[in-house]
């Protein structure tokens, strides 16, 4: 069990950048894949980027690809998403999301059990 919690959420102008954060508790958080979902108003959740258990492999959604940057410090039990070039369809509710019994070397787009509250991410035009 992992329990999230994201921060760093706000508003920002179109090509500017945020950076959100996850922390996570528990001994073992080395072990889960970490991901970041959002889901905008009206709009399914979609998956945004995930990255392995030693930070070695990242898998991004295309639309964020060359944008966002996935990272990890085990060490802190923390996952950051940098996020440059904003648009306003990046505007978003931000999930923090942890999948159990994960090979190491794998950053699956699904599958992930346990998720963080939530941070709102609002790109203006």
């Known amino acids: 069990q992992v329990q999230l919690q994201e921060s760093g959420g706000g508003l920002v102008q179109v090509g500017g950048s945020l950076r959100l954060s996850c922390t996570g508790s528990g001994r073992n958080f080395w072990s889960f894949a970490m991901a970041w979902f959002r889901q905008a108003p009206g709009k399914e959740r979609e998956f945004v980027v995930a990255?392995?258990?030693?930070?070695?492999?990242?898998n991004y959604a295309d639309s964020v690809k060359g944008r966002f940057t996935i990272s990890r410090d085990n060490a802190e039990n923390t996952v950051t998403l940098q996020m440059n070039w904003l648009k306003p369809e990046d505007t978003a509710i931000y999930y923090c999301?942890?999948?159990?019994?994960?090979?190491?070397?794998?950053?699956?787009?699904?599958?992930?059990?346990?998720w963080g509250p939530g941070t709102q991410v609002t790109v203006s035009s």
């Open positions: 990255i392995s258990q030693a930070g070695t492999v990242r």
């Open positions: 999301a942890a999948r159990s019994r994960t090979v190491s070397g794998a950053a699956p787009t699904s599958g992930y059990d346990y």
